[in-house]
């Protein structure tokens, strides 16, 4: 069914920023839980809804998406007839206003006009979820709907998601409206950033926002067009994380470590794909103790781990304790260093400073790159 569709991968808009990880990369190629980027759960979901023309779209500092992705062959598409295609939006500096979805759409239009699917189904690069997008599809063209929406019912909405829109729904489950979440009510429909659309009603939208304003997104046409359009919601169901800020890919990653929680994301029958590094196994050495943890391939643990997320080739020596953290790549963490509610990137050494301490609702970022 979903081979009637292509796909879209969207970036994320530029009036989100993520502290300091960001920085070095587009949310996309984040590390999570250790062994996957952010943009593997996407593509993932298209190669097991049997898509095989998966369009990604970047933004900004692309080598590390383009260089993760690369052929895409670990993807399991055909490789005959599927491809992935990395797609940019040359036109307008990183954080101009201009450069949104709709500027990077317009800019590649003659390639979206030339896919030979009657569909398209846009997912974002910077949310986690499993959909089978085969079931999106047909519910959509069962509904006869102009655009359909995919939706996450959630009873937090007050606490989380403040980045994210929600969507009206009215009693026929029609979209009445979309709105950003100020927090106001617990229970929100989140729209997770994803449609379902005819090839053709997404050109027309593409060139009805360009013609009303040069900085309208995608949601923003979308929006105005549910007056005259018949835009439906589907709900979705299951593990849901949207990773529009440094206490948001956090909290994410820890809750990963709860065994009933992951196995929701990760099933058999859905595997996640990603690119595979070939290195050695961890060495656990006899002062090492581990408990409830993602320990990564190629490590090197002499020190205390509780309750954290640790990224391939990351020494830990003796004496370190690490609580509740998310421990980047290529980390080196000299011995008696007690790390707690903390985010340490990439190729970070500790050495000096022997107490970093965040919390839950706000956590420590160590920059890539940094000795402290």
Not at 119 to 124: D, G, L, Q
Not at 225 to 247: E, N, V
Request: aromatic share 10%.
């Amino acid at each position: 069914m979903a081979n009637k569709a292509f796909g879209i991968v969207s970036s994320a808009d530029n009036s989100i920023h993520v502290e300091g990880l960001h920085d070095y990369r587009p949310i996309g190629a984040f590390s999570f839980i250790g062994r996957f980027r952010v943009i593997d759960f996407p593509i993932s979901n298209m190669s097991n809804s049997g898509m095989d023309r998966i369009q990604v779209y970047v933004r900004s500092r692309p080598r590390s998406i383009a260089e993760h992705i690369g052929s895409g062959r670990h993807y399991n598409i055909n490789s005959k007839r599927g491809k992935i295609q990395l797609l940019f939006s040359e036109d307008s500096n990183v954080n101009s206003i201009y450069n949104n979805d709709i500027c990077a759409y317009s800019e590649n239009l003659d390639i979206i006009q030339r896919m030979h699917q009657d569909y398209v189904i846009i997912t974002p690069s910077y949310m986690v979820y499993k959909q089978d997008f085969s079931e999106l599809l047909q519910s959509h063209i069962n509904s006869g709907a102009d655009v359909t929406l995919l939706y996450h019912k959630v009873d937090n909405a007050k606490e989380y998601f403040q980045n994210c829109k929600i969507v009206n729904i009215n009693k026929q489950k029609g979209i009445s409206s979309l709105e950003k979440n100020l927090g106001t009510a617990k229970e929100r429909n989140i729209f997770m950033d994803t449609y379902c659309m005819s090839k053709e009603t997404f050109v027309g939208l593409i060139k009805a926002a360009k013609e009303l304003s040069s900085i309208y997104t995608l949601a923003d046409i979308v929006n105005l067009k549910c007056k005259d359009m018949d835009i439906r919601g589907y709900q979705h169901k299951g593990y849901f994380a949207s990773l529009l800020s440094l206490s948001d890919y956090y909290r994410a990653s820890l809750e990963l470590l709860d065994y009933d929680v992951a196995s929701d994301l990760f099933r058999p029958e859905w595997p996640i794909y990603t690119r595979t590094t070939d290195s050695c196994p961890t060495q656990y050495f006899e002062t090492a103790k581990v408990s409830n943890s993602f320990i990564s391939n190629g490590c090197l643990i002499e020190g205390t781990i509780e309750n954290s997320v640790v990224g391939r080739g990351v020494t830990i020596k003796k004496g370190a304790v690490i609580k509740n953290s998310i421990i980047l790549a290529h980390v080196v963490i000299e011995e008696g260093v007690h790390i707690e509610n903390t985010i340490v990137d990439k190729w970070a050494h500790i050495i000096h400073v022997k107490d970093i301490r965040g919390t839950e609702e706000h956590p420590q970022y160590i920059k890539r790159r940094d000795t402290l």
